[in-house]
């Protein structure tokens, strides 16, 4: 299981000169693809099963840190720079090789340097589902503009808590939405307007969601294709520096949950909101 732990930043994981089949994304079984990378940010997760079928050695694990610049996107870099980045590694060791040796294996040349998720053609979901209109304004039921507004949450008087009492009177500071009603789709148009330079990992609570679209630039809705048939579904999805990404859920699952961006100090930024349904 890869896990994207990095508070910052996207990664290339490779276990040099082996290939590995990729069954999972993030908690939803795909179509199995094999290769021999898999780009991740923080909070995504995969689930691999390589084949040891190389001559008994010693391998690099590595995590490729990724400084390149999105192709569409002239201005953004998606990380900033790490000091140890040519030293995030492990040993992938064969039985009956030696047990204190370092590899010395190359990564493929052939792995580039690159920014923003997994090819969404590779994540084909296991269990096709197509995603069904939304019912509200010209099927965007909600823009969410990610701006400088911090989210102000009081622990001790619980959103949850709220809505139990029947006490809606929640505070603007809280950057509650609430979707309604139930059991229909809701798609959510996210459009970063920040001036922060950077790539977002967003990461819904109590969903996996249908990445309809993502690009750069303003979300324009004449200009963009709503892709709903069987789209890759996760919890953690990119969204790129100055640029959009269209979600669509279920509302069928009660309850208040968080929106937010992975990279922490973004978050006091402005990029969290809660979702009641
Ligand atoms: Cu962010």
Redesign the pocket.
């Known amino acids: 299981r890869i896990i994207g732990a990095q508070v910052d930043g996207y990664f290339k994981f490779t276990i040099d000169d082996h290939r590995f089949k990729v069954v999972v994304a993030d908690f939803v079984p795909i179509v199995p693809y094999v290769t021999d990378n898999i780009i991740i940010v923080s909070g995504q997760r995969y689930y691999i099963v390589v084949e040891a079928n190389q001559p008994v050695g010693n391998y690099w694990i590595q995590a490729i840190y990724q400084t390149g610049k999105f192709t569409l996107n002239q201005f953004a870099a998606c990380n900033q720079n790490d000091d140890n980045k040519s030293n995030i590694l492990g040993v992938f060791r064969y039985n009956g090789s030696d047990q204190t040796a370092l590899p010395t294996t190359k990564v493929s040349p052939k792995i580039t340097n690159s920014c923003g998720d997994e090819n969404p053609s590779n994540l084909v979901p296991w269990v096709a589902i197509n995603v069904g209109g939304a019912t509200v304004l010209d099927n965007i039921a909600l823009q969410w503009c990610v701006f400088p507004f911090q989210i102000i949450l009081n622990w001790s008087d619980p959103t949850t808590r709220s809505i139990y009492n029947e006490d809606l009177s929640l505070p603007s500071k809280s950057n509650v939405y609430t979707v309604k009603p139930a059991n229909k789709w809701a798609y959510w148009v996210i459009q970063d307007l920040t001036l922060v330079n ?1 790539f ?2 967003l990461h819904l609570h109590g969903h996996d969601v249908y990445i309809l679209a993502q690009g750069k630039g303003p979300f324009v809705p004449l200009l963009v294709n709503l892709n709903t048939v069987n789209r890759h579904q996760r919890d953690t999805v990119t969204l790129y520096d100055g640029g959009y990404t269209v979600i669509a859920m279920l509302t069928d699952h009660p309850g208040s949950w968080l929106m937010h ?1 992975y ?1 922490a100090w ?1 978050v006091s930024q402005g ?1 969290a909101i809660q979702f009641v349904e």
Do not use: G, R, S
Request: proline share 14%; with cysteine; hydrophobic share 45%.
């Open positions: 950077a977002h990992p961006c990279i973004h990029l």
